[in-house]
């Protein structure tokens, strides 16, 4: 199939596929008459990336998946980094949530007295 076909195939513009090709996520596809052919298997690892990157992994961690160890070795350590970096966000999201409910009900007079009881960990700061 031609780059026009797999791009539509695949619901991406044919400059991502040539940048994948460029990043080293898909082998360079051979040549016919100057245009780039591009075999089935090609689509499936489309649809790998695309599972990657919907799951949260950048290309370069995508192209560690792709190149390597067998696959479910590379998939298992790639996953347990991207688990506990995921928790450590749904951490961080947790306290920022925590701190904003503290702020929203704060009825403070100026920012140092906010402060203050904030440092003081009194919650929520409020008169």
Not at 38 to 62: C, H, N
């Amino acid at each position: 199939m031609t780059i026009g076909e797999l791009a539509q195939r695949a619901g991406l513009k044919a400059s991502a596929i040539r940048y994948y090709e460029q990043a080293g996520l898909l082998p360079k596809a051979p040549r016919q008459g100057g245009r780039r052919v591009y075999a089935e298997p090609t689509l499936k690892r489309l649809e790998v990336i695309d599972y990657a990157k919907q799951s949260g992994f950048t290309l370069e961690e995508i192209s560690r998946l792709l190149h390597g160890a067998p696959v479910s070795a590379r998939w298992q350590a790639l996953v347990a980094v991207k688990l506990a970096d995921l928790n450590a966000q749904l951490d961080r999201i947790a306290r920022m949530r925590t701190m904003l409910e503290r702020i929203a009900k704060c009825r403070c007079v100026d920012v140092e007295e906010c402060g203050r009881i904030l440092m003081e960990n009194r919650s929520p700061c409020s008169r």
